[in-house]
Each structure stands twice: as C-alpha cells, then as structure tokens.
C-alpha cells in the first residue's frame, strides 16, 4: 500500500514509488496540521522524577547504528505469536497505562516513553536522548534543527514514538506487560481497543484513529488515505507480519474488516496455514485476493460459532476425528440449520467450509509427514476416512437439497428486445457524451464515466459473462491481432464477411476455468479504450493497475454488474431487472433457436460464449479468429439492432446484415414476448408467417427490395436465389405450361415453393421410397455410422452412382437425409 511506513526500519516514509536505495531518512515537511496533532505528549519541565537508567554502550558509527536497529527488529520478529490486535479476551495480563492523579485531583504528569537505543524507560525522553544518544544519526539530526523549532519537535517525537512502538510489540507477543497509548484513557480499557498508526507508529483507539490520520504529522504529502473507519483500521494492520506468513498475504489480510471475525482468523496458524496455501496458488491474480480473505473469514466464522455451540476452540480442534460431531454441530450452527425442513439457510457455506477442513486435514498430514510426527499425520488422515464416510450424510447432502429445491418453478424471465434495444442505444449515446467530455478535460471523474459505460458496451455486446470483461487485462488489449486474413481465407468468405473482418477487432481474455474467451470490439469502443488507456496516467490511475477498466487511484477494477444495473433503470426499460450479464447470455442462446443453425454453426456460437457442450465437436473450416469476426458477428448485430426474428429459419451464411446500416425501426416496433423456451414454437407457427408478409408488403410500399427467400418445407433446405434459375426443381409451373402445354404430376410434386406474400398452399411431402433409400444407405451408410454428414462431392458422386434410382433427389436432399438418420440414431442413444 502506498505510503505505509514499514516498522523499525529506516525507510519508514517511503511510499512504493519512491526509490529505496536512498541514505538519507526522510524529514517530515513542517505544516500547521502537524502542530495541532493528537500524537503530540506535553514533556512538564517541573516533573521532579529524576531516575536515571544506564545505557549500553558501544560504537557510534552509523554502521553499527543501523546493525544495532536491524537487531532490534530481528529480535521482536522471532517471537512466535501474533501482533497487534490478535489478542484474545483470554489475554488479561496486557493493560494499557490510565492516567494518574494525585490526592487532590489534580493530574499527576508521570507518563514514561521507552527509549530506542537503550530500551528503558524515561519521563523525560527528550533529555535523554540530547543526552546520552547525541551520537546517534536519528538524534544528531533532530539536535541539529534549532530548539523550538517544528523540525526539531516532530523528528524527537518520531524517535519517541518509535520506541514506545517497539516496547508495544513486544509486550503484545509475550503477552505480559503494559501498552504505552499516545493518549492515556482515564479508565482501565481492553488491549484490542488499541491500534498503532501506520504513519507515525503511535497507539490510539480504534474510535479515534481515523481522526488522528487526517492530521498526522507523518503522513506522506503524496498519500491521500480514502475515507472510512474500516480502511484507517486496515491501513493500521499493514504495521508488522507474524512469523510465518508473508507480507504479501498479511498485507490481503489487513484489508480485511477489523473485528471479531478477523481476530480469529489472526490468533488461529491452521487458517493462516489454509490462507498461505491458497495464496501461494492463486495470489498472483489480484481478482483472487478477495476469495483468498472470504476463504479465511468463513473458517474465522466457523471457529466462533463452535466457540458458542460446542467445547472446540481452534481449527486444531475440529480436525480431531473424535470432535467430528461437534464439528458438525458448529457447521450447521454457522449456516443456520433448520431441523424441522433439514435446509440451511445459506446453503453454500458448509460446503465451502467442509471443502477447507479436508484441505486443512491435507496440509496438516504433509506438514507431520515433513517433520516426521507420524502420529498427527494418522489423525489427520483418520479425519478425512470420517469425513468422506459422513460428511454427505450429515452435512453435504442437506445443503445440495436446499439449493436444488430453491430452483424449483423458478421463473424463465429473459430481457424483451424493446429493453435491449433501448439499453443499447442509451449506452451509445452516453459513450459519445463521455469521450467528448474526456477528451477535453482529463479528470477522475470523466475517465471513471467513459470506463463504466465503455465496459458495459462490451459486455453487453458480446453477451459476456461481466467478470471476464471486468477483469480485462491492459495488456490483453494491447496486444490484440490487429492483422488482416490473407487473401485465401478471404477467398472463402462472402464480400459481406470480408467487411465484417475489417468493421470488427477481436481480442482475446480469460474465461472461466481458465478457458480463452474471444470479444469482439466496433470501432466506437476500440476508440473509447484507446482514449481510455491514452488518459490513464493524467486520471490518476495507479501504473502497477494491470485491468484496463481500473478504479483510479486504486488497484481493483470496476465491476460490470453494477453498471449495467445502474444504466439499465437509466435508460428507462420496461423490465430493467433482466437485463444482467448472465439473462443476456440466456438470451442470445433462447433466441439462436430462432435461427436455423447447423451443428458446426451451434459449435462455434456455444464457443464463442464459452459454454460446455456434451458432444464436443468442431469443425474448423477457417481460423478460430475469422469464424467469430465474420458469422458470430452477426448474431449479435442483429440482436443489438432488434433484427434476430427478421432471419427466421436462415443459417449464418444466409444473414446479410450492414455493420453500417441504420436500424430499420418499423421492423423492431411490433411487440415481442419471449415466454418459456417450450412455448417459443407454437408462437412461431401462430405469428411468424403472418409477420413476415406485413414486413414484405411494407417493403414494397416502401419501395424497398424484400430480402425473403423463398421458404422451403422438406428434406432439403432452400437454395439460394441465384441458383434458382439453373435448378430444374424451382421451375415455374408457367414456363412449362409453355413449353409441353399441360403441367404433369411430378411437376406439381417438384414445385413446392411459394411467395411469402401469396397464399399459402398445403403441399405433399416427397417420400422416400424404398429402392431410394437402399441406393443412398449402399453409398452412404459408412456416414450414417460414424455420424458424419457428407459433404457436396460425396452427394454429387452418390447421384452419378445411382442415377435411375435418384434422378428425384438433388445432392441437397442426399445431404440432409443423411443428417436426419444421425439425429434418429443419437436420440436412440
């Protein structure tokens, strides 16, 4: 954290950014704050005890000045039990001196501070040290500044305090003694109402710590400590580290909210044993320091309900296999158990907790084994025989009920598309606001703007889940492929695709489970995250933030549900509490049945969300990057345009959608209700059809071109409209009429197709018949068994094997008979 002062070291003012290879101790700037400041003790020259202590002499070089000081903090790092605010109400020997007073009332000034140098205590400390420790480098300077003077006053108030932090320390981990407090209390007060500043290293109360902070003379200049009580606590944890925990996880721990619950994480070793091996595996992602500290508080948890319920004090305790059931009892305790329903009120937390205490039993097995204490290594193991036997039965099993039966007619609430729409178009409008506003006046406030709005786009374009696009990293973007497909990938796509591949910029992050996720980026926000990432160090955002959507003056990102929370009631739609990351992602995956995908089109859009699916199987036709620019792309155009029911029945090759075309408003007004997913298509058969003709007459009113193909019903799909002209099956009835004078019955069974616009007309089925069927299973039966569908040249060379017996069938029909035997003989599976 910036600005902490590391104890007993000389580098007590250094913030992370300042250079460490400096000799020269920092001097506090003088202000008038620092004059005013609750720290400061009042020294009475009348005071008439005049004890004198001797003092160890030695060297008074500033090499074995600062080796004498190194000692000192070597010897209060080998004590073995925990610092400040770890003591436990069992610890009644450690008192906080009262103020004193005499027969009359009056106050009796007798208050000693504990000398650095020689650690004995004085009433006159400044005496002292002018006096016998003038040779030290901390006391030679403060003597040089005139007497009176500010300088001179805070640089002895610093050595003072210095040493009576030294003097607390060690009074706290032996457990013995008494507490020197900058402010005596004038009643006897508990230890662990006291805590050390991290600046000047004096003791306060936890009351009024956060007051002291504001004015304390040794603040750094550059360090603007962020408002609240529980962070000043949490500044004031940073002071020292245990014995066998890292600064790095007591610098996550000290952000954790200081009470009874942290006090127990603290005073345990099994849970700082279970918090330094989580850290030591996930502690590298700071998006993980959050889960590392709610890991340890539910163990903290766990060991004051069983301190309530049960004779167990300690994790030790409850992974004794003869305290099981007590340990059971505390579980259920701390995660409200009802017996009369057998369900917990917060269901997920014994199976966290039972999930800890089998690590717990782990680490505690390996550390035995290390050491070679056979007989706690068979304990912990004999802990785990018990706990994999019963802990289903009496805790597991209970918990997965109560969420399973939660789910129970739970209600399908998916976000309608008018809400979309408008949600969309809001965080348009607001991000040109935002990056006008940032361009032309760098502040926090603007960037924070521009970074919220810019993140919700991006989540809600790509239907990403919001902690994946939350915790983007800065790099990530940086270093996004930015090249273009060559010229034979290029050849395999449509001119609708190629400009799709140069509208749209892709880029990729990390999923859940550690899976590469893909996002696709407009150009409108690759502009916003530039401006964004061009801005960053004039808004003040921290250099060592690795997430491009950071907090400034932070080291945590901005979190993607709230913001999409918040502009969703600012845009005003209808139903704003469905539009949340994950109904979005429900969403586009309800609606894609709308489309009539393939498996390998299904495959690439469960890809590009991130979805599991049971049959994994891809079919790469091009390059990962290229599929998801040119075909995902425009799934989700059209969802962000309110267009995905205007491509009713068509696969991604046949949705032509400009990236820059303007949103057909007359098409997107008719209402939509999106229902259960098993009522989607009796909708489609009632309405569909009904609304694809008004959308065709408006077009032609419109004077526009309808772009509705001509609907198919059978075993083969509808061709495209060029390839109608060539194909014998899409010959008019009128054109034959012409040419034979009379229509035939294979001909009214061949032209099935009819305008969307004309009156539908009920059509007979072309059946297979049987010498059919045996002449495509003799060629293509290898197919059907390896659930491969065949592709045009395997069609074309069946047809030209079996022409008498096909010359219905075109390779269409082949194809898609084939694929209609794998779907039978999978669902028999």
């Given at each position: 954290?910036?600005?902490?002062?590391?104890?007993?070291t000389?580098?007590?003012f250094?913030t992370?950014?300042?250079?460490?290879?400096s000799?020269?101790e920092?001097?506090?700037?003088?202000?008038?704050?620092?004059?005013?400041?609750?720290?400061?003790?009042?020294i009475h020259?009348?005071?008439?005890?005049?004890?004198?202590?001797?003092?160890?002499?030695?060297q008074?070089?500033?090499?074995h000045?600062r080796?004498?000081?190194?000692?000192m903090?070597?010897?209060?790092?080998?004590?073995k039990s925990?610092?400040?605010?770890t003591?436990?109400e069992?610890?009644?020997?450690?008192?906080?001196s009262?103020?004193?007073?005499?027969?009359?009332?009056?106050r009796?000034?007798?208050?000693?501070?504990?000398?650095?140098?020689c650690?004995e205590?004085?009433t006159?400390?400044s005496?002292?040290l002018?006096?016998?420790?003038?040779n030290e480098v901390?006391v030679a300077?403060?003597?040089?500044?005139?007497?009176?003077s500010k300088?001179?006053?805070?640089?002895?108030?610093y050595l003072?305090?210095?040493?009576n932090y030294?003097?607390n320390?060690d009074?706290?981990?032996?457990?013995k003694?008494?507490?020197i407090?900058?402010?005596?209390?004038?009643?006897?007060?508990?230890?662990k109402e006291?805590v050390?500043c991290s600046y000047c290293?004096?003791l306060f109360?936890?009351k009024?710590?956060w007051?002291h902070?504001?004015?304390?003379?040794f603040?750094?200049?550059d360090?603007k400590?962020r408002?609240g009580?529980?962070r000043?606590?949490s500044?004031?944890?940073?002071?020292?580290a245990?014995?066998?925990?890292t600064?790095?996880?007591?610098?996550?721990m000290?952000?954790?909210?200081?009470?009874?619950?942290?006090?127990?994480?603290?005073?345990d070793?099994?849970?700082?044993e279970?918090?330094?091996?989580t850290y030591?595996?996930?502690?590298?992602d700071?998006a993980?320091?959050?889960?590392?500290?709610?890991?340890?508080?539910e163990?903290g948890?766990l060991v004051?309900?069983?301190?309530?319920v049960?004779?167990?004090?300690?994790?030790?305790?409850m992974?004794?296999?003869?305290?099981?059931?007590e340990t059971v009892?505390?579980?259920?305790?701390?995660?409200g158990y009802?017996?009369?329903s057998d369900?917990f009120?917060?269901a997920?937390?014994?199976?966290?907790?039972g999930?800890?205490l089998?690590?717990i039993?782990?680490?505690?097995?390996?550390?035995a084994?290390?050491n070679g204490?056979?007989q706690?290594?068979?304990?912990a193991?004999?802990f785990?025989?018990?706990y994999?036997?019963?802990?289903?039965?009496?805790v597991?099993?209970?918990?997965?009920?109560?969420l399973?039966?939660?789910k129970?007619?739970?209600p399908?609430?998916?976000?309608?598309t008018d809400?979309v729409?408008?949600l969309?178009?809001?965080l348009d409008?607001?991000?040109n606001?935002?990056?006008?506003g940032?361009?032309?006046?760098?502040s926090?406030?603007?960037?924070?703007?521009?970074a919220?709005?810019t993140?919700a786009?991006v989540?809600?374009?790509n239907?990403?889940?919001?902690?994946?696009?939350?915790?983007m990293?800065l790099?990530?973007?940086?270093q996004?492929?930015?090249?273009k497909p060559n010229?034979d990938?290029?050849?395999?796509l449509?001119?609708l695709?190629?400009k799709?591949c140069?509208?749209?910029?892709r880029?990729?992050i990390?999923g859940?489970?550690?899976r590469?996720?893909?996002?696709?980026l407009?150009?409108?926000?690759?502009?916003?995250l530039e401006l964004?990432?061009?801005?960053r160090?004039e808004?003040g955002?921290?250099k060592?933030n690795?997430?491009?959507?950071?907090r400034?003056?932070a080291?945590?990102?901005?979190?993607g549900?709230e913001?999409?929370n918040?502009?969703?009631?600012?845009?005003g739609?209808?139903?704003?509490?469905?539009l949340?990351?994950t109904?979005?992602?429900?969403?586009?995956?309800t609606?894609?049945?709308?489309?009539n995908l393939?498996?390998t089109?299904?495959?690439?859009?469960?890809?590009?969300?991130?979805h599991?699916i049971?049959?994994?199987r891809?079919?790469?036709?091009?390059?990962?990057?290229?599929?998801q620019l040119?075909?995902?792309s425009?799934?989700l155009?059209?969802l962000?345009?309110?267009?995905l029911?205007?491509?009713?029945g068509?696969?991604?090759?046949?949705i032509?959608?400009?990236p820059?075309?303007k949103i057909?408003k007359?098409?997107?007004?008719w209402?939509?209700?999106?229902v259960?997913?098993?009522m989607?298509?009796d909708?489609?058969?009632?309405?569909?059809y009904?609304m694809?003709?008004?959308?065709y007459?408006?077009q032609?009113?419109d004077?526009?071109?309808?772009?509705l193909?001509d609907?198919?019903?059978?075993?083969?799909?509808?061709?495209?409209?060029?390839?109608?002209a060539?194909s014998?099956l899409y010959?008019?009835?009128?054109?034959?009429?012409?040419?034979?004078?009379k229509?035939t019955?294979?001909?009214l069974?061949?032209?099935?197709?009819?305008?969307?616009c004309?009156?539908?007309r009920?059509?007979?089925?072309n059946t297979?018949?049987?010498?059919?069927?045996?002449?495509?299973?003799?060629?293509?039966?290898?197919f059907?068994?390896?659930f491969?569908v065949?592709?045009k040249?395997?069609c074309?060379?069946?047809?030209k094997?079996e022409?008498?017996h096909?010359?219905e069938r075109d390779w269409?029909a082949?194809?898609?008979?084939?694929k209609n035997?794998?779907?039978a003989?999978k669902?028999?599976e």
């Amino acid at each position: 954290m910036k600005g902490n002062i590391p104890p007993i070291t000389d580098e007590l003012f250094d913030t992370d950014d300042s250079c460490p290879d400096s000799e020269e101790e920092y001097v506090p700037e003088s202000c008038d704050e620092s004059s005013d400041s609750s720290c400061e003790i009042p020294i009475h020259e009348n005071c008439t005890d005049k004890k004198k202590k001797s003092c160890s002499k030695g060297q008074k070089s500033i090499t074995h000045d600062r080796n004498k000081e190194e000692s000192m903090a070597h010897d209060i790092n080998k004590q073995k039990s925990t610092p400040q605010n770890t003591d436990s109400e069992d610890n009644v020997q450690v008192v906080v001196s009262t103020v004193h007073k005499k027969g009359n009332g009056l106050r009796l000034y007798d208050k000693r501070q504990h000398c650095l140098f020689c650690r004995e205590s004085f009433t006159k400390i400044s005496k002292h040290l002018e006096r016998k420790h003038h040779n030290e480098v901390e006391v030679a300077r403060a003597v040089s500044h005139p007497k009176n003077s500010k300088e001179r006053r805070l640089q002895l108030e610093y050595l003072r305090k210095k040493g009576n932090y030294i003097h607390n320390m060690d009074v706290l981990q032996t457990g013995k003694g008494s507490l020197i407090a900058c402010k005596r209390p004038n009643e006897e007060a508990k230890s662990k109402e006291f805590v050390h500043c991290s600046y000047c290293l004096g003791l306060f109360t936890k009351k009024v710590l956060w007051r002291h902070v504001k004015v304390c003379g040794f603040k750094p200049t550059d360090v603007k400590p962020r408002p609240g009580k529980n962070r000043v606590l949490s500044l004031s944890a940073l002071t020292s580290a245990p014995v066998g925990v890292t600064s790095d996880l007591w610098k996550i721990m000290s952000h954790m909210n200081q009470d009874k619950v942290s006090l127990a994480v603290k005073s345990d070793e099994l849970i700082m044993e279970l918090g330094q091996h989580t850290y030591n595996r996930l502690g590298s992602d700071r998006a993980q320091h959050e889960h590392i500290r709610q890991k340890m508080r539910e163990m903290g948890r766990l060991v004051l309900s069983a301190r309530e319920v049960t004779s167990l004090r300690s994790i030790s305790d409850m992974i004794k296999p003869t305290n099981f059931m007590e340990t059971v009892s505390a579980v259920k305790h701390v995660a409200g158990y009802n017996k009369e329903s057998d369900s917990f009120k917060i269901a997920t937390l014994p199976l966290k907790i039972g999930q800890s205490l089998a690590k717990i039993s782990e680490l505690v097995e390996s550390k035995a084994l290390v050491n070679g204490d056979e007989q706690t290594a068979k304990a912990a193991r004999r802990f785990r025989q018990v706990y994999y036997a019963k802990w289903n039965e009496m805790v597991s099993g209970s918990a997965y009920r109560t969420l399973e039966q939660g789910k129970w007619n739970a209600p399908l609430l998916l976000p309608l598309t008018d809400d979309v729409k408008k949600l969309h178009s809001y965080l348009d409008e607001k991000e040109n606001e935002y990056r006008d506003g940032l361009s032309l006046e760098s502040s926090t406030t603007n960037w924070s703007k521009l970074a919220q709005v810019t993140l919700a786009k991006v989540i809600l374009f790509n239907r990403r889940r919001e902690g994946e696009v939350s915790k983007m990293l800065l790099s990530s973007f940086q270093q996004r492929d930015r090249s273009k497909p060559n010229d034979d990938l290029n050849a395999a796509l449509s001119e609708l695709e190629q400009k799709l591949c140069k509208h749209f910029q892709r880029l990729e992050i990390r999923g859940k489970r550690g899976r590469k996720v893909p996002v696709l980026l407009t150009p409108d926000m690759v502009q916003s995250l530039e401006l964004l990432v061009e801005k960053r160090d004039e808004c003040g955002v921290e250099k060592d933030n690795p997430y491009i959507f950071s907090r400034p003056r932070a080291m945590t990102y901005f979190r993607g549900s709230e913001y999409i929370n918040h502009f969703a009631h600012a845009c005003g739609a209808q139903h704003p509490e469905n539009l949340t990351s994950t109904k979005l992602r429900k969403h586009i995956a309800t609606l894609s049945k709308v489309l009539n995908l393939s498996n390998t089109e299904l495959d690439q859009l469960a890809d590009f969300l991130g979805h599991d699916i049971r049959i994994h199987r891809q079919f790469y036709r091009l390059p990962e990057g290229t599929l998801q620019l040119a075909k995902i792309s425009k799934v989700l155009m059209a969802l962000e345009t309110g267009r995905l029911f205007e491509f009713k029945g068509k696969s991604l090759e046949d949705i032509n959608i400009d990236p820059d075309g303007k949103i057909q408003k007359w098409f997107c007004n008719w209402p939509v209700l999106i229902v259960r997913m098993n009522m989607i298509s009796d909708f489609q058969r009632q309405g569909f059809y009904s609304m694809f003709c008004v959308y065709y007459l408006k077009q032609v009113e419109d004077g526009g071109h309808s772009e509705l193909d001509d609907e198919s019903e059978g075993d083969s799909p509808p061709p495209k409209k060029q390839a109608r002209a060539a194909s014998p099956l899409y010959t008019s009835n009128k054109s034959k009429k012409g040419s034979k004078g009379k229509v035939t019955e294979t001909d009214l069974k061949t032209n099935r197709v009819t305008r969307a616009c004309k009156a539908r007309r009920p059509f007979k089925r072309n059946t297979w018949q049987p010498e059919e069927i045996h002449a495509v299973e003799k060629h293509m039966m290898n197919f059907i068994r390896t659930f491969r569908v065949p592709g045009k040249h395997d069609c074309d060379s069946c047809l030209k094997s079996e022409p008498l017996h096909l010359k219905e069938r075109d390779w269409k029909a082949i194809k898609f008979y084939v694929k209609n035997r794998i779907d039978a003989l999978k669902k028999k599976e």
